[in-house]
């Protein structure tokens, strides 16, 4: 950790600076270590020998508490996972706010993606809970299998919370809910500021003494199960692809991601509440219309939502602050914040006193001014306290008889001694005679070596310097004892007197922890609502599920779809971040549900693709969205296949990641998804990409029933869409000028003329000599194409789809082929047959059918 450099070079050393072990922590946290924290645990003076140490805490990077050693105001949870039959249960708890929630499910991708919306830290995982839902940055702690026990963990969660059958729906997560309490208990040790018990005795598992008393954590009253069928589901993949809190680019500023560009939030609380309403959005239209409610009017109310910002500013990260004085790691400044907090709430409620909506008027009951702990905080501290604890300085004059009077008496005595000095130049005649003090000789009387003569004889010496000497006489010490005893008892007193104050505040742990809750609810919709008013939000249209009428037969008829209409949408945050943006409309129901989107790169097929789900996602949030109308059924489930990846460590290439989370969606995927594809099939041949992208096309509308925008470069796509009673193209307008490709990002109906690739390459600045060679392979074999279309035309009256690989097969029977060179021809019947194959009309599983059959045919004729 630090290194020191003697005659034979620089050699490392254990020991870091205390003052500065944040930082050191900090580094060994993020190097994959878990550090545990030992202290003295008995006082220097009450022991001969060596004082004893223990370890009284673990830090690790799931239970951080420390304001400097978490990253930003986010939630920070740790995770433990628990099985119970088929049953996983999912635990997850931010040691620093309180917050706990659970949830359960028999299927471990549902588990997964649970996980990846919430992003823990850390993970603890129970014996024979699976580890592959903890994704890689996440730290997997090993912690004693008894903990995870049901009777054990159910008398953990006893301790906290009365009502635990009924909050909880599984044993799965009665066990996981217990051992991370067991767990968050583990790791905070013992009491604290030279309070802690001594933690040496640890030794279950892993070091851990589940056997041995415990503290319980009075900061943790809440528990909220909850089922992630009530929320708009949103697996790792959809988070990375909408951007909702990572750029997708390395070098992607904070604000180049959704919550980047809705945050107008002016307290962490908000921040917080904001997040989470985008980790998990509502599927209930009356949830939704509640918080659109507020927005709008928020929105109408310029003075008082500007006001209510202002005001909000002012506000400290309350569940932070409770937290840290229940943990009794909260110093005299934490507690005037939260009494400055306090003393902002009624100016906050009386913007709401007037409010229409029930959201708001709710809210305004929910402030709870906390009058009381305000007051005692007034009363028992002072205006701008030190930082330690244990020096004095903190506790307010006439709050404590016993605290004055020693004050009294150690101001008294320090009179005294500003007043000696004065005395005793009159009584000896020696003017530069001084009275002063230092820390290891105490209070003395210094004269000059010229002035020795007319010292009293009741001085003592007490110290030799060069040029004078230093006295005390019976009368200063007496005092200097007085003022030390005052002042030592004083600081004792105050110590005392804090921690006092300090657990009285920690008894309202709850009435702090629901207004802090009220706060941040409030702060969430002041930012929604200043978004929609800076940047010309419109409120969405919330529809109730059902089917559209259609009789059977009919285009969606029978079918419990989705409509999406939106008028002049814009994408959030590729708006804020261009100098201009061109508005686009989208309109999807059960008769227009799966969209073929076709245009050259650069046109704004994903951006569009994009724009309509985060409209989607925003409105369920409860915000206002970036367009001039829209109305929506609520959508339950979110998938995209956007963008190229692999995963060079766990052995999957970019089209084995393609294919694995389009498996994923055509598994789970269902009439209430919406679905986003982006050039499906491009990590393969022409061919292969191509006949993979039909069969998708062809089962998501048939199978699957999602609202799906597939955008692509397939344009023999766009012939199936007229197929497919539900399937629609639009196309991105492009036009050429002057050699030029001029993008005008405007969506219509119909299939674009081409893809317009060099053209492409040659705006991203392509040498001009691979740009014409490019242009002469392009004419070859466009001309080549047009004479294979009209042999097939002449040949063939079925509709088919051109491919490549119907080409080379159509030139090899116009050339000498390998097999004739080797001496084998292909037999006649056998190339007929091939020949004769319908491709554009067989499913991939008739297609490989087909040529398993074919190909035995073939060996049999060898």
Known sequence: MTSREDSTGEYPMAGIPIDNAESYI?????????????????????TSGVVERAVTRVITPGTLTEDELLAGDDNNFVAALARNGDSLGLALLDVSTGDFLATSST????????????????????????????????????FDARAFDRERAGEKLSAYFRNRD???????????????????????????????????????DDGVDLEGPTERLEYITRLTRYDPREYLLLDAVALRSLELFEPRSVHGRDEATLVGVLDETASALGGRKLRD?????????????????????LKRSVRERERLHELLRDVYDLERLIGRISRERANARDLRSLRDTLAVVPDIREQLADADC???????????????VRELIDDAIVTDPPIEITEGGIIAEGYDDDLDELRRTARDGEQWIDDLEQRERERTGVDSLKVGHNSVHGYYIEVTNPNLDAVPENYQRRQTLKNSERFVTPALKEREDEIVGAKQRADEREYELFREVRREIAKDVERV?????????????????TVAAQYDYCRPEILEHGTDGNAAGEPGGGREGLEIEIEGGRHPVVERTQESFVPNDARLANDRRLAVITGPNMSGKSTYMRQVA??????????????????????????????????????RSTFMVEMDELATILREADERSLVLLDEVGRGTSTADGLAIAQAITEHVHDEVGATTLFATHHHPLTEIADDLAAAFTLHFEVEQVDGEVVFHHEIAPGAATGSYGVE?????????????????????????????????????????????HDHDHARARNAPSAAAADGGDVPTDIAAELRSLDLAHLTPVEALTELDRLKQLLEEAD
């Open 26 to 46: 900090e580094e060994l946290l993020e190097a994959g270590y878990r550090v545990a924290v030992a202290d003295q645990v008995e006082e220097p003076g009450e």
């Open 166 to 204: 009924t909050l909880l729906a599984s044993d799965a997560e009665i066990r996981a809910c217990g051992a991370l309490l067991a767990y968050a208990e583990y790791v905070r040790g013992g009491e604290h500021e030279g309070e802690r018990g001594d933690g040496s005795d640890r030794d279950g």
């Open 277 to 297: 309403w985008l980790r998990r959005p509502l599927l209930d239209p009356s949830r939704i219309e509640a918080r659109h409610d507020a927005v709008a009017e």
């Open 358 to 372: 029930d959201r708001l008027c709710e809210l305004h009951e929910r402030l709870d001014p906390l009058a009381d």
């Open 614 to 651: 985060q409209i989607v996602l925003l409105a369920q949030v409860g915000s206002f969205v970036p367009a001039r109308a829209a109305r929506l059924t609520p959508v339950d489930r979110i998938f995209t296949r956007v963008g190229a990846s692999d995963d060079i460590a766990g052995g």
């Open 513 to 529: 922890q629901a207004l802090a809750d009220a706060v941040a609810t409030l702060d969430a919709l002041v930012s929604l609502a």
């Open 107 to 142: 299927s471990e991708s549902a588990i997964e993606d649970e996980v990846s919306r919430f992003a823990p830290s850390e993970a603890v995982v129970g014996p024979d809970a699976p580890t592959d839902p903890v994704p890689d940055d996440c730290m997997v702690t090993p």
């Open 760 to 804: 492409v390459a040659t705006a991203a600045g392509v040498p001009d000599d691979v740009v014409e060679r490019s242009r002469e392979l392009a004419a070859e074999a466009a001309d080549e194409d047009r004479a294979l279309e009209g042999a097939d035309e002449a040949t063939d009256g079925h509709r088919s789809i051109e491919t490549e």
